[in-house]
């Protein structure tokens, strides 16, 4: 059964800091590019950061660019976003997903910052 578990999420002051995990299972973890997406009140899902399989490749949205890393650890099965500098507008959940031939979505994390 395949399952992506995000985990991380809370309630963080503006300039805070924050690390989400996903922590995946039943599938070969390594063969999939991973994503880490999110979705704000009223707003469609967006694309965070993107890490591929194989190389390790990253790509974010410029919105978050140089406060935000993706990374991945295979032999954990697990992939992370470490989020600096937050802003009020980087609340939403925050989902991740691998993708391969087929796709899979966490339950998604709630990220809210706020003062």
């Known amino acids: 059964q395949v399952q992506l578990v995000e985990s991380g999420g809370g309630l963080v002051q503006p300039g805070g800091s924050l690390r989400l995990s996903c922590a995946a299972s039943?599938?070969?973890?390594?063969?999939?590019?991973m994503s880490w997406y999110r979705q704000a009140p009223g707003k469609d899902r967006e694309l965070v950061a993107v890490?591929?399989?194989?190389?390790?490749?990253?790509n974010y949205a410029d919105s978050v660019k140089g406060r935000f890393t993706i990374s991945r650890d295979n032999a954990k099965n697990t992939v992370y976003l470490q989020m600096n500098g937050l802003k009020p507008e980087d609340t939403a959940v925050y989902y991740c997903?691998?993708?391969?031939?087929?796709?899979?979505w966490g339950q998604g994390t709630q990220v809210t910052v706020s003062s």
């Open positions: 997903k691998a993708a391969r031939t087929r796709f899979y």
């Open positions: 039943g599938f070969t973890f390594r063969l999939y590019d």
């Open positions: 890490i591929t399989s194989g190389d390790g490749r990253t």
